[in-house]
């Protein structure tokens, strides 16, 4: 069974364990994303990448043959985390709560470090000891450009990349830029002539989330952009102008974490007080998480590029 972050931290028995779920949890994508456990290295499945085709015949006629398309893949967890030394004459004058800062900043780092790799990472860059985001496995038909050259935002574009994207079996999000969602968007909700149906919410953390068409908007941290306007147009002519929005379905069998087991014996985000260290007069705290992502079937990603800064048209 597949939790989210939120989930699993209502779980944790440990108040320093469940501290460190719910401070990851506490990003836009990393709080959305369901993880599922699974023993061993990693995961080998089937990706539905095309459906058969289906149809009528005549008395006494054969029907046409019609075969799926379904690609084998596997996906290896990749060992994320790191330690926190805090200096042992730190904690003598300012006692054990200046460790949970220190903690807490680590987390925070590491959360927005892996919803970047999440959309942007890319095994080469390390040397193949991270995952592949969804910009570099994001292809073929799931790939609309909103506008060859770049442009700005087409609200119809928007609806037919929502269309893309199978919504059945989970939870259907979108992420976007913060600015595109808070300046754009919503300036976009207020024009006439335009239009654009945002509605808001709120999450278990007390956070607005914004809905368009009853599909959330996610973004990135505040202190750490991902979609910036710097991407390439489609038609390459623009090197440093364009964002995407990566529309997600998260759920079993469709997009979903994927976590394997920790050095306490148990699954998911593994954080171990490991005291005074021998070696130089700190105390060290070692967060690890085997973990990476799976895209079970094809059409629950999609991505729209080539959207420049620019108020949003209908």
Known sequence: ???????????????????????????????????????????HYNKV?????????????????????????????????????????????????????HEQLKVEASRINWEYQFIKGDSADSNGRGFDGLQK??????????????????????????????RSGGRTVAIMSRKLRDVRLTAASRATGVGGFLTSTQDDFGRTITSYSGI??????LSNPILPFTETSPDGTSSTECTSIYVVTFGPMM????????????????VRDLGEIDSKNV??????????FAIYNGYSVARLYGITDAPVVA
């Open 49 to 101: 990448d095309k459906l058969p085709g289906i149809g009528f015949r005549g008395l006494n006629e054969a029907f046409n043959e019609s075969t799926g398309v379904i690609n084998p893949e596997s996906e290896a967890f990749r060992i994320f985390g790191g330690d926190v030394d805090v200096d042992g004459a730190l904690v003598a004058m300012k006692g054990q709560q200046v460790r949970s800062q």
């Open 283 to 292: 105390y060290r705290t070692r967060i690890d998480w085997n973990c990476s």
């Open 255 to 270: 997009c979903t974490g994927i976590q394997g087991r920790n050095n306490s014996g148990g699954y998911g985000i593994d």
């Open 216 to 221: 959330p908007l996610l973004v990135d941290d």
């Open 137 to 166: 496995r994001v292809t073929g038909r799931q790939r609309i450009s909103n506008v060859d050259a770049g442009g700005a935002l087409s609200l119809a574009k928007l609806d037919e990349v929502l269309s893309q994207v199978k």
């Open 1 to 43: 069974m597949a939790l989210t972050l939120v989930e699993a931290a209502k779980l944790a028995k440990d108040p320093l364990k469940e501290a460190v779920i719910n401070e990851f949890a506490a990003g836009d994508i990393l709080g959305a994303i369901p993880f599922e456990n699974e023993d061993g290295t990693g995961v």
